[in-house]
Every structure is written in structure tokens, then in C-alpha cells.
């Protein structure tokens, strides 16, 4: 599996946009990029997950450049709300749902209001 | 429609002891996985059960244990805790015979203590 390297932590004040940069540089062909959010005491929840170029949802965007050696994940006028831990994942074929998970450490984002 | 759900939400133990938590998946899902998280860490990948079967299998010894019923839920068994148990402990539900990228839902979790 791709080892991931993600910031341990990062503060950003609340309404600004905020870019976590993730760096896996051994990611296979197969490989999608996945993003998890985790508040205390609280699971995982999935927030966007992308193979190559863009890709936005309702909560964030995905940057994922040609060679794939990095992600960006981008949180758009973030809040109070958005401090959480952000893991980045890589994965191994796209039935990524049902393969086992592997977490590094994540960000630790912290809003400052 | 209720998510993952997850039993007990606190557990106390001693050294010695043996534990089991309880996962119910969300509907519709037929697989659960099992993860433990220590403080100030990312989770960890104990074991997957399918078909009251196990599917995967992480880098845990076989004090860790689990079982999947036929309504899909699961229990994760710890025997012979040790003080290096204490964490929390994540079901996450999928579904497997559904196809292609599914994700993984992720219960509250059992916050396990063992002193």
C-alpha cells in the first residue's frame, strides 16, 4: 500500500479556504485518493475520494495532479465546525469501500474564530 | 434509517480480563469491520467479517477475535487484556455484495480503558 504524508497539524481562522496537501509518492495505478474527517469521540465519516484531475462535492474539493504524487484537499470558507482531524488514504482498486483502511496520523485542523 | 451503532460506549477493565464489544451495521450493509484507535492516532485495521466469516485480517494477535451473526452484526472479543488495549474501539459497516466503491460507514465507537 502507498504511504501517505500529510501535515501533522494546521490553524486557519474561520471563512478562509483551507488546502491540506497530502504526498504519496509511491501510489499505483489502481490506487484512488480518499478523504476521511474525524471530530472526538466520533468515527471516521468519508468525506471525498478521486482517482486523477478534480473532483468536487458538497463539503470539499480534490486536486490531484498528472503524476498523482500528491492530493490537495480544499475546504472552501471553512467554520468552527470544520476543526477535525483529515486523513488522507490511498487505496488499492476503486471497491475501495470494502478493502481494509489504512490511517496515518492525519491534520489536526484547528479553526480559529 | 439508523447508522452504525456501536455497545457499549464506555468499557472499564482490568489487566487479565476479557472483553466484548457489540456492532450492529447500517442497513442494508452485510460487511463489518473492526479498527482500534489509540490516542492521538489514526485507526487501526484489526479484522473485516463477511458472511460470519473473516474476510481480512490486520497485524493484531489472536487475543483479538470476532464473530458475525446472521442479521450481520458482530462482536469483537479481547482476551487477556493488557494496559497497551486501552483505545477506541471503530465498527465501520459496508457493503460488499453491493458493488463496487462503497464506502465505510463508522460507528461513535467503544471507548475501552484498561487499568
Known amino acids: 500500500l502507498a504511504k501517505t504524508t500529510q501535515p501533522i497539524s494546521m490553524d486557519s481562522y474561520e471563512g478562509q479556504e483551507v488546502n491540506i496537501t497530502c504526498s504519496h509518492n509511491n501510489i499505483a495505478t489502481n490506487d484512488y485518493i480518499t478523504w476521511y474527517q474525524q471530530f472526538p469521540s466520533q468515527g471516521p465519516r468519508f468525506i471525498i475520494q478521486g482517482y486523477k484531475t478534480k473532483v468536487t462535492n458538497e463539503v470539499a474539493s480534490l486536486f490531484i495532479p498528472a503524476d498523482r504524487k500528491s492530493s490537495t484537499l480544499s475546504l472552501p470558507r471553512v467554520s468552527l465546525s470544520d476543526t477535525a482531524v483529515y486523513y488522507c488514504?490511498?487505496?488499492?482498486?476503486?471497491?475501495?469501500?470494502?478493502?481494509?483502511?489504512?490511517f496515518g496520523t492525519g491534520t489536526r485542523l484547528t479553526i480559529i474564530p | 434509517d439508523a447508522g452504525v451503532t456501536q455497545s457499549p460506549t464506555h468499557l472499564i477493565k482490568t489487566r487479565g480480563q476479557q472483553v466484548t464489544l457489540r456492532c450492529s451495521p447500517k442497513?442494508?450493509?452485510?460487511?463489518v469491520s473492526w479498527y482500534q484507535q489509540a490516542l492521538g492516532q489514526g485507526p487501526q485495521f484489526i479484522f473485516q467479517?463477511?458472511?460470519?466469516?473473516?474476510?481480512q485480517r490486520g497485524n493484531f494477535p489472536d487475543r483479538f477475535s470476532g464473530h458475525q451473526f446472521p442479521n450481520y452484526s458482530s462482536e469483537l472479543n479481547v482476551n487477556a487484556l493488557l494496559l497497551g488495549d486501552s483505545a477506541l474501539y471503530l465498527c465501520?459497516?459496508?457493503?460488499?455484495?453491493?458493488?463496487?466503491?462503497?464506502?465505510?460507514?463508522f460507528g461513535p465507537g467503544t471507548r475501552l480503558t484498561v487499568l
Open positions: 488514504l490511498v487505496g488499492d482498486d476503486s471497491n475501495f469501500g470494502n478493502e481494509k483502511l489504512t
Open positions: 465501520a459497516s459496508s457493503n460488499l455484495a453491493g458493488g463496487w466503491d462503497n464506502e465505510q460507514f
Open positions: 467479517y463477511y458472511e460470519e466469516e473473516e474476510r
Open positions: 442497513s442494508g450493509h452485510d460487511t
